[in-house]
């Protein structure tokens, strides 16, 4: 079955395969990420992630550190296809980052799936994740 999802016409079968591999994701993605966590994805294949972060936790400047590492800059020559970035709508119209700071990760290779970007994350953050002394604290 097709449907329009974000303007975009997606497979529902494709849909329920990303929600899948987007609850394992979630479960990658502490300490400091708060939910909701959103994500959608279109019939080509690309998929994104949009969460915020608990600025005023204590880690979570090491956890945009660590996710930013893995995602943006593992390797110089052999980078993974996704992106990581913040967002924000202006601010002077909505308001601060404690509210309107967002963060997203992108992809554009369909063959990079949100799991296999779990089983990155998985190898390279602390473990266990929700283990906060784990964490590098400065």
């Not at 909701?36 to 936790?57: L, N, Q």
């Not at 660590?66 to 993974?80: D, G």
């Not at 913040?86 to 799991?115: C, H, M, Q, R």
Request: charged share 30%; aromatic share 12%.
């Amino acid at each position: 079955m097709k449907r329009y999802y974000g303007g975009k016409l997606i497979d529902t079968k494709r849909r329920a395969d990303v929600e899948r591999e987007i609850r394992l994701f979630r479960m990658e993605m502490r300490p400091s990420v708060q939910t909701p966590i959103s994500f959608g994805s279109d019939a080509e294949g690309d998929w994104w992630v949009k969460f915020s972060i608990d600025i005023h936790h204590d880690l979570a400047w090491h956890a945009v550190q660590e996710l930013s590492c893995v995602i943006n800059y593992l390797s110089i020559n052999e980078r993974l296809p996704s992106k990581f970035y913040p967002v924000s709508p202006a601010p002077y119209l909505n308001g601060g980052p404690t509210d309107y700071l967002s963060w997203v990760i992108e992809n554009d290779d369909k063959d990079f799936k949100p799991d296999t970007l779990t089983k990155w994350l998985e190898g390279r953050l602390p473990q266990p994740v929700d283990d906060l002394t784990q964490w590098i604290e400065e």
